[in-house]
Structures are given as C-alpha cells and as structure tokens.
C-alpha cells in the first residue's frame, strides 16, 4: 500500500526566513507526486506535479524537488500569504488513486 | 474554465439521516474524485468515478456511496449518519487517470 509521511507537522517561520517541506513517501511504480496548498476550510489548491527522479519545478517562492524516496518544497523568502497547509500526495502504477500526507501547517510571521 | 464546484456548501444533519452531496466537474474532466477530510484522519479517499463506472473505491463502509452521470457530473450519498461522519467532502477532478487532481470548495457536512 502507498504512504506517504510529511514533515514537520508544523512550522513557524518569521517573514523572510527560507525553510523546506519534506514528503517520504513509499510506493509501488511511482507515476506522479503532487504538491497542493490549502488555506482554511478551502479545497486544496493544485501547485506542482513531478514524474521522475531529479526533477525540479518552481512557483513564485516555491520549488519542488524530487527523489527516489522523499520530495521537497523549499520556501523561499517566505510572506505571510504563504501561511496554509501544504499537502503531498503520490500515485502509484498499480491503482489511480492519489495517497496524500496528513500535509504541514506553514505560518510565517511578518 | 470554470473551476469544481460542489452544492451544498455546508449541510447540518441528525443522526440516522441520508445526506446526497453533489459535485459538478471542470468542462471535459471525465474523472471524479470523492474524499473525506478531518482533523485527526487528513484526507481520506472514498472513491473515484470515471466515464460513469466506479474505478477506486477506499476503506469505507457501504454507507457511503456514490455514482457518475452521462455529464461527468457526481453525487455522493451517506446513509444512516454517525456523528463521526462530520466532516469536509471535498470532490476532485482530472482530465485523465494520470493528470493532477483539481479540487471544489468542499461540503462541510455537520451531524447532530
């Protein structure tokens, strides 16, 4: 079975400060790891896709990273509107479901 | 492109009722998703309907359920709530199997 684990489960940072998400995830085929951010009672809003080792993408403040085992979101510069939950999410070859991360509540202080 | 829109935006139920939630996909998405987020489980896959037959279904009891009409359209339904059923439903959709998911508001379901 898919898993996914985020970390941290929380972090504060102040305006500015540079930090990273990280999503360990384990599956069978990888097909595709997705990046969503969510603000409070909202759905999930699509920010990256990445397919393969290596693979790298980038937003704004934000880029992904990707590999064998494990995919970051790097945070650069960070403003208060960044502030939401960042959710991982994996699909593996064997199904089409997506498993996610129980995801890390980011607030960044001005 | 409009984006997934999801009807009714917050529903209060009693326990023991049945709850439909509905869900209208982006324009051309042939594929959607249903989950079920709570503070303690995150989000939780219920299932996933494509071209009108269920594809995926997740660790749910048959409680819950859910069905695709000609338009891509979807509707869940939740039989005989428990108050453990109170949470965010939120539907998803994607062009195709492999495509990143888009989600809807969500519908904040409250049982009493």
């Known amino acids: 079975e898919d898993q996914v684990t985020q970390s941290p489960e929380a972090l504060r940072l102040q305006e500015g400060e540079s930090s990273s998400l990280n999503c360990s995830y384990t599956v069978s085929g990888l097909r595709g790891l997705f990046w969503y951010r969510q603000d409070p009672g909202k759905g999930p809003e699509f920010l990256f896709t990445l397919y393969s080792a290596g693979e790298e993408k980038e937003k704004e403040r934000l880029k992904a990273t990707l590999t064998k085992k494990e995919s970051f979101l790097h945070i650069t510069a960070p403003k208060p509107e960044d502030s939401a939950t960042y959710l991982c999410?994996?699909?593996?070859?064997?199904?089409?479901?997506?498993?996610f991360g129980k995801g890390t509540l980011l607030t960044v202080n001005p | 492109k409009a984006g997934v829109t999801q009807t009714p935006r917050y529903l209060i139920k009693t326990r023991g009722q049945q709850v439909t939630l509905s869900c209208s996909p982006i324009?051309?998405?042939?594929?959607v998703s249903w989950y079920q987020q709570t503070p303690g489980q995150g989000l939780q896959f219920l299932f996933e309907?494509?071209?009108?037959?269920?594809?995926n279904k997740g660790n749910f009891p048959g409680r819950f359920s859910g069905r695709q009409f000609s338009n891509s359209r979807s509707e869940m339904n939740v039989s005989t709530l428990e108050l453990g059923d109170s949470a965010l439903y939120l539907c998803?959709?994607?062009?195709?199997?492999?495509?990143?998911?888009?989600f809807g508001p969500g519908t904040r379901l409250t049982v009493l």
């Open positions: 324009s051309g998405h042939r594929s």
């Open positions: 999410a994996v699909q593996g070859g064997s199904n089409y479901k997506l498993t």
């Open positions: 998803a959709s994607r062009a195709g199997v492999y495509n990143e998911q888009f």
């Open positions: 309907y494509f071209s009108e037959t269920q594809r």
